[in-house]
C-alpha cells in the first residue's frame, strides 16, 4: 500500500504507486509510528522541494521524528502547490530562482524567508490552495505555468495545455475553457523572469 506523501498541483498530498522526480517537505506532519499523515498538511512556511538523490544519502520515508518525505511529478507540480527550491540540497536552483524572482517580482536583496512569507499567503485561502485570476490567454503563460479547470490541473508549454494526472501528463483534444491559476503569482512572474522548472518527460514528447 503506497504511503500518502504525493504533492498534487493543488497542494493535496495523496496515496499513489507513481514516482516523481522530486521529492521535499512542509516541516513535520506525519506520525512515524503508523507512517500516516497528521490532521495538518504544514507545519513551516518554507515548503522546500529536493533532489531525490544527494551526496549518496538515503532516508527511510516517514520513519524519523523529522521532515516529513513529500513527492512531486516534477518541479512545476511543485511549484503549483507552492513550494520552491531547496538551499540545502539545489543551492545552485535555489540561487537561480532568487534571482528570476527578485526580477521578475522587481526587489532586490531578498531573503528566502521573505519568498516563503509571500508564498505562504499567495498558496493558501483559510488553509486550503489559494486559485488566482488568469489574467492572460493560456498560450501566453510561460513554460512550466499551471492552471486548474473544474477537478483538472494543466501544464503550460510551448503554448499548449497538458493534462496532469499522477503518472504524468497527456495531450488534450479540447480546447480548455475559462481556468484559474494554479501556480503562485510571484512564482509566475519568477517563470516570466527566466526560471524553467524541471519537467517530467511526458510533457516533452
Request: aromatic share 8%; glycine share 6%; charged share 25%.
Amino acid at each position: 500500500m503506497p504511503l500518502q506523501n504525493r504533492v498534487t498541483p493543488t497542494g493535496d498530498i495523496i496515496a499513489t504507486p507513481h514516482r516523481g522526480l522530486f521529492t521535499g517537505n512542509r516541516g513535520i506532519i506525519h506520525d512515524p509510528a503508523t507512517k500516516t499523515l497528521l490532521k495538518k498538511r504544514w507545519s513551516s512556511p518554507a515548503w522546500l522541494t529536493c533532489t531525490c538523490e544527494f551526496r549518496g544519502r538515503r532516508r527511510e520515508v516517514m520513519a524519523q521524528r523529522s521532515w516529513t518525505e513529500l513527492f512531486f511529478l516534477d518541479e512545476a507540480t511543485a511549484l503549483a502547490a507552492g513550494h520552491r527550491p531547496c538551499f540545502y540540497c539545489r543551492k545552485d536552483d535555489a540561487n537561480r530562482f532568487r534571482a528570476a524572482w527578485e526580477k521578475g517580482n522587481r526587489v532586490h536583496d531578498v531573503r528566502m524567508h521573505d519568498i516563503d512569507t509571500v508564498l505562504h499567503h499567495e498558496r493558501l485561502d483559510h488553509g486550503k490552495k489559494r486559485l488566482h485570476a488568469l489574467l492572460v490567454a493560456l498560450d501566453l503563460l510561460p513554460d512550466g505555468a499551471m492552471v486548474q479547470q473544474g477537478e483538472e490541473s494543466f501544464l503550460v508549454t510551448q503554448g499548449r495545455a497538458l493534462l496532469w494526472s499522477a503518472a504524468g501528463y497527456a495531450s488534450v483534444e479540447r480546447q480548455l475553457g475559462e481556468a484559474a491559476l494554479l501556480t503562485p503569482p510571484s512564482t509566475l512572474r519568477t517563470l516570466n523572469a527566466g526560471y524553467r522548472p524541471v519537467l517530467h518527460p511526458t510533457a516533452l514528447d
